[in-house]
Structures are given as structure tokens and as C-alpha cells.
């Protein structure tokens, strides 16, 4: 294996005697500070004098920090935020008609340090050709007077300031200074380094040496496998050498860390798949961090205080109840969780919850959390404050509500703590121009802060580094894979800033001004990263998100060679090092259900067919899905009261065909229908009391479920004769083969000549073809008909009730089929004949679904595939996905 010198000669020597190094970025630099040390230890040495290494933004922020120091007539650089207020309040003044100021100031900071970094704002003297861009420009001598009258100055400008002074002869300028890293020196910075070198500073350029190494191009089918392939090169290089430092560069990181850390955990530590594995450090870690306000202890801090100027969501609600985070003990987390649930079954819980309400509901159950946020509630007050007022308290409402809960935090935590911590610092910075601001505006302002702050953990310097491309300069590794680098992802490709003329940009050189702009940029990065390492690895794939690809041509100077097939990784024998597998049967089987228990209703055995798994984690393990709350009725809850409604009509209001007839006839079926809803609704308008909207909704629904009815009954009263015998008849304790069911039939109409029908309301559209096969859709009449102990019967029915879609389907004996002929086809869909079609066929397959279910049989196989599991609430329990992406790779493995 090549290893190599991960400091070149030239800037270790430079190190040694004492030359200032500086970076492109903080990473760079202590990985820069980390080699050496290294490299001083391996010489033999235990102490050594500290390099002078400091990234370009660390260095040239504690020069102005000196210079502000010495002399006091220097502006005050304002930080990020302090810049986007005075962005926002000039657009205020300025521009009537701002949509959206916070984006508006943002995109107005960004092209102001783009025209500083690019040394170009001398471009604003003269007017500019669009609407936008001459806005921004009026805005841009608003904010410059604003800063010159108050003695400030925007950070963009520091380089410029900087050199400035040194020009001045007011800052020294260091004997000896060398840049690394620096894919593209900006303007601004090029302007600091000439001043320096004018006042004798002797510059060095330590990035022409560009050593030979070994370059390999890999062509990958999809993204999966080419990460796949990279992964495992990854472990057979570690298994060779565990001390060998790897990089893995990809064009836009953000877009594909998901997939690489996935498969890369499955494929370097595979036992933390298990959610039981104890968090661990895998070998691998990424450059990229995640928004500080999506870490957990974060948001919920960020979630409380929401709460307490506004009505949280429900999900929002429920996920900080749920969180921890505000549970000063187990048990009180526990409670928390318990009342959730609780409250989502009662239907206690509304898509809004305002704080107050939560507390008095947690009152009696969770008197202690109700306490605190009540003091938490006492502690805000709404009069404007300045803002490092409401920074100095907002972590005591934290503190008061139980924050950040009763588990000891971790390092991720802790770090995150912290950083929130700084934020609040930095938003004590607002105080700068004395403005107040309201505990509302405060909380907004945290929380933009908080999804725009890049929150990465501290590096535990894993022999794994996985970053993008641009982050990669200033550092050297022992071998490198980029990946990902076909014709559409390299170079990046990007669009020129919208609020500057795109002739200025092009002139300047600045980001994405040009095709040409980017390929030049892209092909420099390529040319660093090929000198980064010894030993290169080059991949893209031939299917990319956007259609077919082909490799990057920037590659075509660095790798003459054919591309190798990926598969050609894949394929590769694990090493000699590598654990053997070891088989374990597993042959701790399942219980079969007791007997003597009932199993519940029809439902178990739709489940069963419709996916083992389902009815085994719900009948068996009393998996129960949370009742999501909806602003009104659910579809359950209007199905339900259909068949209350249709029970009451057809028990007090009349039980035959001829006193329904007789009752459209006289007028009064329209008073009953009304009476009957009424009283079904009656619990729903009482628990709706003093809101209008959800009365006035009920009153809608209501009149809906009228108009239905008055519609069904007109097709019933069109059937042939018959009494209705029994409706939402019970059926107890109903044996199949051992599993006992407790079922309910809608309703058994008798015939006059003898017989029934047996019917079922559905609100859904269905076909009696969800009767057949082997896993019947549709179970619970077959269940019914064959179980049920009905005498003699003719038939079985679906009554489907929908707006304009009402219906009988089902099968009927030959010797009743006079019984629907007054009715068209399409409303009594009879099929084949009930006794030919039916109960044999059925039986069959009922009895094995109960036989599975007694067994326990519990496989994750959707009866329809996704289709199936879209209705579902168990896809996390199940995990089904991760099963389709094994069998997917199975497939894939079997046609490759
Ligand atoms: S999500 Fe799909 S696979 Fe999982 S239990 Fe439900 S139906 Fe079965």
C-alpha cells in the first residue's frame, strides 16, 4: 500500500521555522495541526513549539480584533444577524410592497458580500439595467449610510478593511505566510495577500506539487450500487490496514448522505442496524452537519417556547409530550406518553392545543408538569424587551417547565445544548442599536436562526471522512474514492444571484455566473482532489435521479483507462480478516392462541389475509394505532353513526318493505329520517357546544346523511317483499375451527316465502369479488353466512351507501332472483348464484386464515404490495421497506 506523507515537505518545513499558515477552511486546519503533531511524535519527539496554523476566517477575524482594539476609530464589524436585521429594516423603510422580508434581507446580505468579496462595489456607482438589481442598489447606499452614520461595517468587508491597514503600515505584516487549501483565492483575499507581501511579507504557494498516483475509474448501474461498491472497497481497505485514513468526496454531499450512511452502516458495522445496538461510533463520519433547530433537545426547547406565544399543532404538541424533554423523571415521561394516547382516543385532542389548554388537561393526571408550565406561563411577559433580555430569560422558561428532562445527556446532546447556548449569545448581539423587540418576534427570530445554524458534533477523527467536494481542500488522504461524478452532478451546476446584473457577475467572475465559470472552478477542484491522495478512486453511474448519464469530462485528462465495472467490487472475496457466519436456527416458534379466548371480531381474519404480520402485531400483540385528530367527523366515526341511524329507522321506524312504502307515501318518512339523525347526533352537538364552526359543520352532515338515506330507502322500497328480522344481530362466540370470534351481521332480512338475505352496509366501494381467493379482501360476510348460524340462507349482500353510488351487490339462491328485478342492473349487481358460488369456496379459505392466526403465523406480505400497506399504521413496526430493498437487491443480484 502507498502510503502518503500527509504533510508535504515543503510546508513542514514551513511549519517548523515559524511561517503563518493559513487554510481554506477550520476543518483543514486541524487536520493540518493533527499531522504534524503526528508526524513529530513518529520523529521521536514528545514536545514541540504549536504551529502557526489558522484557517482564513479565524486569522483575519482576530486581526480586526486586534486592529479594533489599538484603534478606536475603526468601525464595528456587524456579525450575521446583526447585518439581517438592518437589511430587514432597510427594506422596511424602502420597499412598500416586501413580500417576504427575512428572504428578502437575506439575498440582499448575500449579494452585498458577494460585490465585497469580489471587490465590485465600485459597479454600484453607475445604474443597473433591472428592476430587481437597482432596488437592491438603492437598498445597498441605505445600508452603507446606516453604517457609516452609526460607525459600523459588514464582516464581507473585512478582507478589504484589512488591507487597508496594512497598506496604512497599521497592522504588521507577518515575515512569512503560505496559503493551503485554496482552490481559488477571491479577490478580496488576493487584495489582503498583495498589501501583506507590499510590506515585505514572503508568500508561498504550496499546492503546484501534484504528485503521480494510481487513478482507477468505476461505472456503477444506479447510486445504490456504486455506493454499495464503494463501501466495500472501504472495508477490505480498512481490514488491510486499520490505520490507513480515507476520504470520500462526492459533488453535493446533502443529496445523497442519507443513502451513503445507510448503506455504509449496513456494510461497516452492520450490527448498529439493530435498533437494540448500543449507540457507537461507526468508522465512518460526515463533513455535513444538520440544521441545529431539527436536534431533538433543540427543537423541543425551540417547540416550548413557540407554545408559549401560540397553539402548537397536534404533531407538534404530541411531539414534544412525547419527547422527554420536558419529563423530570421515567415515570412522569411515561404518564406524559399514556395521557397522548388517551387524549388522541377520547378525541380529546384538536389539530391546535394552546398551552394553556395542555396544562389544565395534564392537571389531574400530571399535576406536577401542569405546575411548571403554569410557572413557566406566569414568567412571560408581553410588553417589548431588548433582546438580551429575553435571551437571559428564556432559559429559565426552559428550566421552569423541566427542560431538558431527566436523562443524562449525552456527548450529542450536550454539544447541542451548547450551541444553542451560543445562539442566545448571538442574539444578545441585537442589542447593538438599542431596538426591543417582542417575546413573539424573539422566539421567530431564534427559530430561523436555529434552521439556518449548520450544527456538526466534534470530530472524533473517524479513518472514514466523507465530505463534499469543495469542503475536501487543504486536505491529504492515504487513499480517496469521489464519487457520484457523472456529467450532470460535475461540475456543480448553480444559478447566478438574482439580485445583482448577470454582465456584472460574469465580469467578476463570481459563483455560477457562467457554464464556463463553474466548468473552471470544478476542473481546478478535480485537479486537488487527484493530487490529494496516492492511490484515486473516480466513479459515477450510468442512472442518474435525471435520466441516463455518462462520466464527468473533466475526468478524460486524469484517467485514460476504460471505466471498470462496479460489480467487479462486489464481487470481492471478504478478506482473510473478516468474521466468519456463523447459523443459528431459530427454533423458538410461537404460542398458538389459547383456545378459551376470543379473538375479537370479522376484522381478525381480514387482517390475516390482508397481511399476516398486521394481524399478528394488532390481535396478538395489541399493537393499537393512534387516533390521528381531523376538524370533524372521521371517515369511521361517519360510518358509524350510518348504521346507528339505519338501526333506529328500522327498528322504530318500520321493519317491513310495505310500511316503508306506506310511510313515503303518507309524508312520514321524512320526519322519522329526521328524528333518527337527530338523536344520532345528538352526543356530537352536545360536546360541541359554543363551537360554531364544528355545530354548523354537524349541521352539514346531518343534512348530507338525510339526503343519503331518503336516497337508500327509495332503492329499498323497490326490492320485493321482506321483513327485517334483525338488525346489528350479535353473534357470539362463533367457533371456526378453535378461533372464537364475537361478530355483529348489519342486518337479516326475512322473505316471505322463507329464507333470508343477509346484508351489509359498506360506505366504501366494494365488489363481491372481495370474497374469493384464498385471502378474501373482504371476509366478514363469507364469516357470516357460513358461521353465523342464520337459517336458510338465499343470500348475501353488500349494501354499499355512497353519494350517487348506491348499490346491492352480493349473490342470491336461483329460486329468489324475482326479488330485485324492478331494479336496474347497475344498482342490484347480482352475480352468480348464492349456494353454486359461496360457502364451499369459502370455507376453505376461512379456515386456513384461522389456522394461521391460531398459529401465529405472522409474515410481513402485503396482500397487494404497497397498496396494502398505504392503509396501514404498522410500516415501523414492520419495517417492511427495508424488506423491499433486500428483495430488491436480490432481484438485482439474480439478473446480474
Ligand atoms: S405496513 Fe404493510 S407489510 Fe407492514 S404490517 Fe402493514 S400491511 Fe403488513
Same mark, same amino acid.
Request: hydrophobic share 40%; with cysteine.
Given at each position: ?33 493533527? +499531522? ?14 504549536? %504551529? ?48 417576504? %422580508? ?38 445597498? +447606499? ?99 490496514? %486499520? ?654
Amino acid at each position: 500500500m502507498i502510503r502518503s506523507n500527509r504533510i508535504p515537505s515543503v510546508l513542514f518545513d514551513a511549519m517548523e521555522r515559524g511561517a503563518l499558515v493559513i487554510t481554506a477552511n477550520a476543518r483543514a486546519a486541524r487536520v493540518l495541526h493533527q +499531522a504534524y503533531a503526528a508526524t513529530q511524535q513518529s520523529q521521536g519527539y514528545q514536545a514541540w513549539t504549536t %504551529p502557526s496554523v489558522q484557517d482564513w476566517q479565524s486569522w483575519t477575524a482576530d486581526l480586526w480584533r486586534q486592529a479594533f482594539y489599538t484603534y478606536p476609530d475603526l468601525p464595528l464589524l456587524l456579525d450575521t444577524q446583526q447585518e439581517r436585521v438592518l437589511w430587514k429594516r432597510i427594506q422596511q423603510r424602502e420597499a412598500v410592497a416586501v413580500v417576504s %422580508p427575512d428572504s428578502l434581507a437575506h439575498l440582499s446580505q448575500q449579494a452585498y458580500a458577494l460585490l465585497s468579496r469580489y471587490c465590485a462595489h465600485d459597479q454600484r456607482r453607475q445604474p443597473w439595467t433591472t428592476l430587481d438589481s437597482e432596488h437592491f442598489r438603492s437598498w445597498a +447606499a441605505a445600508f452603507d449610510a446606516e453604517c457609516s452614520r452609526r460607525g459600523w461595517a459588514s464582516s464581507s468587508r473585512c478582507d478589504e478593511l484589512l488591507a487597508s491597514l496594512v497598506e496604512e503600515g497599521r497592522i504588521p505584516a507577518p515575515a512569512e505566510l503560505l496559503c493551503t487549501g485554496f482552490d481559488r483565492l477571491l479577490p478580496s483575499q488576493q487584495r489582503l495577500l498583495d498589501a501583506l507581501h507590499a510590506r515585505g511579507t514572503l508568500l508561498g504557494d504550496l499546492d503546484s506539487e501534484t504528485p503521480p498516483g494510481s487513478r482507477t475509474l468505476i461505472c456503477a448501474n444506479e447510486l445504490r450500487e456504486e455506493i454499495t461498491a464503494c463501501a466495500t472497497w472501504c472495508r477490505e481497505q480498512l481490514a488491510s490496514d %486499520p490505520s490507513l485514513r480515507i476520504g470520500i468526496l462526492v459533488p453535493d454531499l446533502k443529496s445523497v448522505q442519507p443513502a451513503i450512511d445507510r448503506i455504509f452502516r449496513s456494510i461497516l458495522t452492520p450490527r448498529d442496524t439493530s435498533i437494540l445496538a448500543a449507540a457507537s461510533r461507526p468508522p465512518y463520519e460526515f463533513s455535513l452537519g444538520s440544521p441545529l433547530a431539527s436536534v431533538p433537545v433543540v427543537r423541543a426547547a425551540l417547540l416550548l417556547l413557540k407554545w408559549l406565544t401560540t397553539p402548537l399543532p397536534e404533531e407538534e404538541a404530541t411531539w414534544l409530550l412525547l419527547s422527554g424533554f420536558l419529563a423530570t423523571s421515567e415515570g412522569e415521561a411515561l404518564t406524559l406518553a399514556a395521557l397522548d394516547a388517551r387524549w388522541r382516543d377520547t378525541g380529546a385532542l384538536s389539530p391546535e392545543l394552546p398551552l394553556e389548554t395542555a396544562r389544565r388537561k395534564l392537571s389531574s393526571a400530571a399535576p406536577a408538569v401542569a405546575q411548571r408550565l403554569l410557572q413557566t406561563l406566569r414568567l412571560v411577559q408581553e410588553r417589548p424587551r431588548r433582546w438580551s433580555e429575553w435571551t437571559e430569560l428564556a432559559p429559565q422558561l426552559l428550566e421552569a417547565a423541566g427542560w431538558p428532562g431527566h436523562r443524562t445527556p449525552d456527548s450529542a446532546q450536550y454539544q447541542a445544548q451548547q450551541r444553542l447556548d451560543h445562539l442566545f449569545d448571538q442574539l444578545a448581539a441585537l442589542d447593538f442599536d438599542a431596538s426591543q423587540t417582542t417575546f413573539r418576534d424573539f422566539v421567530r427570530t431564534l427559530t430561523a436562526q436555529a434552521s439556518e445554524t449548520i450544527f456538526s458534533l466534534e470530530s472524533y477523527d473517524a479513518p472514514i471522512q466523507v465530505m463534499g467536494a469543495m469542503e475536501a481542500s487543504g486536505q491529504r488522504f492515504d487513499i480517496l474514492w469521489f464519487l457520484g461524478i457523472d456529467d450532470q452532478a460535475w461540475p456543480l451546476r448553480g444559478r447566478a444571484h438574482p439580485l445583482l446584473p448577470a454582465a456584472l457577475q460574469r465580469k467578476h467572475n463570481m459563483p455560477h455566473a457562467s457554464p464556463q465559470q463553474d466548468w473552471e472552478l470544478a476542473h481546478a477542484v478535480t485537479l486537488r482532489i487527484a493530487a490529494s491522495a496516492p492511490v484515486c478512486v473516480f466513479s459515477y453511474s450510468r442512472q442518474a435521479a435525471s435520466g441516463e448519464s455518462r462520466c464527468s469530462p473533466l475526468l478524460s485528462s486524469l484517467v485514460a483507462t476504460e471505466p471498470k465495472p462496479a460489480t467487479a467490487f462486489l464481487q470481492q472475496p471478504r478478506s482473510a480478516s473478516a468474521v466468519s457466519l456463523e447459523t443459528i436456527p431459530d427454533d423458538s416458534g410461537v404460542l398458538t392462541w389459547p383456545q378459551q379466548r376470543t379473538a375479537g371480531g370479522s376484522e381478525v381474519l381480514k387482517r390475516q389475509a390482508a397481511c399476516p404480520f398486521q394481524a399478528f402485531a394488532m390481535g396478538r400483540l395489541h399493537t393499537a394505532v393512534l387516533n390521528r385528530t381531523e376538524r370533524g367527523l372521521t371517515a369511521a366515526e361517519r360510518g358509524k353513526l350510518l348504521h346507528q341511524a339505519l338501526e333506529q329507522l328500522w327498528s322504530a321506524g318500520f321493519t317491513t318493505r310495505d310500511q316503508l312504502i306506506n310511510a313515503t307515501a303518507t309524508g312520514s318518512l321524512a320526519s322519522l329520517l329526521q328524528s333518527a339523525v337527530a338523536a344520532i347526533f345528538a352526543p356530537y352537538s352536545r360536546e360541541a357546544a359554543g363551537d360554531n364552526w364544528m355545530l354548523t359543520y354537524l349541521e352539514g352532515e346531518q343534512q348530507r346523511l338525510i339526503t343519503l338515506l331518503g336516497h337508500w330507502l327509495a332503492i329499498e322500497a323497490q326490492r320485493g317483499p321482506f321483513t327485517v328480522e334483525h338488525v346489528e344481530k350479535r353473534l357470539d362466540n362463533i367457533d371456526i375451527s378453535g378461533l372464537r370470534l364475537n361478530l355483529r351481521a348489519d342486518r337479516v332480512d326475512r322473505l316471505p316465502e322463507g329464507g333470508h338475505f343477509l346484508i351489509d352496509y359498506k360506505t366504501s366501494l366494494v365488489t363481491s369479488n372481495a370474497w374469493q381467493g384464498e385471502r378474501p379482501d373482504e371476509p366478514q360476510l363469507p364469516v357470516y353466512a357460513l358461521f353465523g348460524g342464520i337459517d336458510d340462507l338465499q343470500g348475501v349482500l353488500f349494501a354499499q351507501l355512497r353519494a350517487n353510488a348506491c348499490k346491492f351487490e352480493g349473490l342470491i339462491a336461483a329460486e329468489t332472483n324475482a326479488h330485485f328485478a324492478a331494479l336496474p342492473k347497475d344498482i342490484a349487481k347480482i352475480g352468480d348464484i348464492y349456494g353454486d358460488t359461496g360457502p364451499e369456496a369459502w370455507e376453505s379459505a376461512l379456515l386456513n386464515l384461522a389456522a394461521d392466526f391460531l398459529h401465529g403465523e405472522a409474515a410481513v406480505n402485503p396482500l397487494h404490495g404497497a397498496k396494502t400497506c398505504r392503509y396501514c399504521a404498522l410500516p415501523g413496526l414492520c419495517r417492511v421497506a427495508e424488506l423491499q430493498a433486500l428483495t430488491e437487491e436480490d432481484n438485482d443480484d439474480d439478473e446480474g
